[in-house]
Every structure is written in C-alpha cells, then in structure tokens.
C-alpha cells in the first residue's frame, strides 16, 4: 500500500500555469500506472492524464497539448505541467496509482481554480 500526496494546486489567471506534485510513500515498487483525475462539484470524476510505469502517456482530449504528465519511479513522485490553464480546468486534481498486484489508491486531491 502507498500513501498520496498532492501539492501544487492554487489560483491562477486564465493562460496561466501551474505544476500538480503526488508524493507517494510506502510500497513505491508495487505501483504500475499513476494518473491525474479531476472532479468539479456535481460532476463524476473524470480522467485528465495517465502514465504507465515505462512512461507510455494517455490525455483527455481536451488537455492534450496544454497538459504534461510524468513521473520520478525512483522517487515514487508524479507530476502534471499544466500550461494555457483555462476556467474550465478548475477543479480538484486527484492523484491515483494501480497497483501491479491489482487495486488502486487515491490522494486527498488539490484545489486548482482558473480565474478569467
């Protein structure tokens, strides 16, 4: 089992930036692929990007070429640039990680907010 932490979200003005951080703790070696998700409320939580552990990426449609998903295996550490933020992306950002063996786990998630 592995323990997430998100960090990096915040306010920022529409064609912004900003960088999401998930710190992974624990069983770091029995992680298979890691993900961003995002949730707005009212909403089902939808996927943005995913990165498999030989680094193979996955985007929603409507964050490909804005969105850059990676990730540190030796650290445990999965990132998310994110560029050319719009209103629409406001949202909590999850972290999520599959484990090899089977399962998943979640972050607690960060706040990003894109103001106009």
């Known amino acids: 089992q592995v323990q997430l932490v998100e960090s990096g979200g915040g306010l920022v003005q529409a064609g912004g930036s900003l960088r999401l951080s998930c710190a992974a703790s624990g069983s770091i070696f029995s992680i298979d692929s890691m993900g961003w998700y995002r949730q707005t409320p009212g909403k089902t939580r939808e996927l943005v990007a995913t990165?498999?552990?030989?680094?193979?990426?996955n985007y929603a449609d409507s964050v490909k070429g804005r969105f850059t998903i990676s990730r540190d295996n030796a650290k445990g550490t999965l990132y998310l640039q994110m560029n050319s933020l719009k209103p629409e992306d406001t949202a909590v950002y999850y972290c999520?990680?599959?484990?090899?063996?089977?399962?998943?786990?979640w972050g607690q998630g960060t706040q990003v907010t894109v103001s106009s």
């Open positions: 990165i498999t552990r030989r680094g193979s990426t």
């Open positions: 999520n990680v599959r484990y090899i063996s089977g399962g998943a786990a």
